[in-house]
């Protein structure tokens, strides 16, 4: 569980994979685009700092988080070479129950992409209860959480190339 004083976007970029010679893709809810943004900044960084080429990382942006899985499915489509694909998003509680069919939908979307495609798929949708939680997340007191999606991109990527 988080706390107030902890940064959950620390890492320690020796024990990681390099990047030099990885492609990720990256689809960006342009709906709550302060929050998301702040999410893509943090994932794109880890990722130059961790040796990926900035040509290397591709952002293809869609209207909302719901989106966010067609717009991953395509990009796996179109880009044969893509090692890991990061959907990011920001959902904020409202009065309706639009976030939880928003959010269900996003996640079960995301998992299925993941028991269907050939590369990981890396859920970075933030579903929070106000924008003041969102923020803290995208680069405010609780760190990013762009930058831990890239680190688990890496990761993952790893993983899947020692699987082949």
């Not at 796996?76 to 639009?98: F, N, P």
């Amino acid at each position: 569980m988080a706390t107030a004083n902890k940064n959950l976007s620390e890492y320690d970029k020796t024990t990681l994979p390099n990047g030099k010679d990885f492609k990720v893709g990256i689809v960006v809810s342009e709906w709550n685009d302060i929050v998301t943004n702040g999410l893509y900044t943090g994932a794109q960084e880890a990722l130059i700092d961790c040796g990926l080429l900035a040509e290397n990382v591709i952002r293809w942006n869609v209207p909302g988080s719901f989106e966010l899985v067609y717009g991953a499915r395509k990009m796996i489509e179109s880009m044969e070479d893509l090692d890991a694909v990061i959907v990011i998003g920001c959902v904020v509680k409202g009065e309706t129950m639009h976030f939880e069919f928003v959010c269900e939908g996003v996640t079960h979307g995301i998992k299925d992409l993941n028991l269907m495609a050939d590369i990981p798929v890396i859920f970075c949708v933030l579903t929070d209860n106000n924008m003041e939680q969102s923020l803290a997340r995208s680069g405010g007191v609780h760190g990013n959480k762009g930058t831990e999606a890239a680190i688990a991109a890496l990761k993952m990527i790893e993983l899947n190339r020692k699987a082949e």
